[in-house]
């Protein structure tokens, strides 16, 4: 019986906890990851998005907010992730061969579920957004599998080196056909220019049509958060080094990453809209430094109680993502009879009637119905956690 169930379970994608937790599996990974989700959630189901406090709340456009670390966070753990699926595979050609298709396929599903989300409910195929997180994210985890299954480190160092300095020098060098000089600007960059003339306006982010905060030109310097994230996994899976000279290592260079950083702010600002070479190196050296603690904490010391909750959502990131998004979009979607008999959005009818009569800060009502939310999907995890089941692609 266990057999079959298990084998009904592969079948569907979803696979028993036991099965996923491959012996040499970080433990502070999983709490790292559902830690980003926790905030995730957060960030993108605020009860009210007119009422946000300021570090949930996406920098208007140059800065870097708590918000502003998830994307990059979630791309280096990415990073990490490729080291420890694919490191057995890494040194008999047979065998890199056999996992590299495993990785473009797992990339080609990630990018197409992406797709897949925005065309829903509708499929309108005319104006659906090309660009998007999934699709970055599905990008990234092909091209940082394949650099560290056929790439040395130092090549990868040198890489990441590379297409930060590109990167900067295409975005405030290089002239932007019919605006002029090269400028950092939402509509006018060059990597806005290159999105209309590769997708076209009716591709791109809804809120905008002129740019997207995902778009082709930025992807260069979020494979470099993944690289980031290849060399800390490559660094934590070296076995002749004890545990204490890794952490202490990764602390160095995570200060190292955040004040170089911040020093180039000065010249190219923090910007993850445009995925500045800046905001690269500052959330990079942030990630590490997180990582390197948990490490410390989870798997040299053992510390996991505390950790239990977000190792909970960490496991079941994608299916958090995917899920979420899709019941908010349809509660945006539903209309019912509001004041005066105006049509409203069930969202905006739960937060009426549960949150906003409850609060005198209309900003702690909308952190209320974000905490809410949350905790709906922590029970749902919880439940599939205690049932040991990952749904992953």
Known sequence: MQSTTQAALATTGV???????????????????????LVMLLVNHPGDWGHIYAPLAHAEWNGCTLADLVFPFFLFIVGVSAVYALDSSRHEAARRRTAMRRVLRRAALIMALGILVALLPYFEFATVRLPGVLQRIGVVFGICGFLFLYTTRRQQ???????????ALLLQVVPVPGFGPANLEPATNLGAWLDRLIFTENHLWKLSRTWDPEGLLGTLPAVATGLLGVLT???????????????????IDAGLLIVLGLIWSH??????????????LYTGGLAVAVLATLYWLCDVQGWRRFAL??????????????GSTLVARTLNLWQVAGPAGRAISMKDWLYAQFFAPYFASPYAASLAGAVVCLLIWYAVLWVLYRRHIIVKL
């Open 157 to 167: 160092i040198a890489l990441v080196i590379g297409l930060l300095i590109g990167y």
């Open 233 to 251: 996994g490559e660094w934590l899976r070296r076995p002749r080094l004890e545990p204490a000279v890794k952490v202490v290592w990764l602390l």
């Open 309 to 322: 909750p977000a190792q909970v959502v960490g496991v079941n990131a994608l299916l958090v993502f995917v």
């Open 267 to 280: 010249w190219f600002p923090l910007n993850k809209s445009l995925w500045t070479s800046s905001y690269v």
């Open 15 to 37: 696979q028993p906890l036991a099965e996923a937790s491959q012996p040499g599996r970080l433990i502070s990974l999983d709490v790292f990851r559902g830690i980003t989700v």
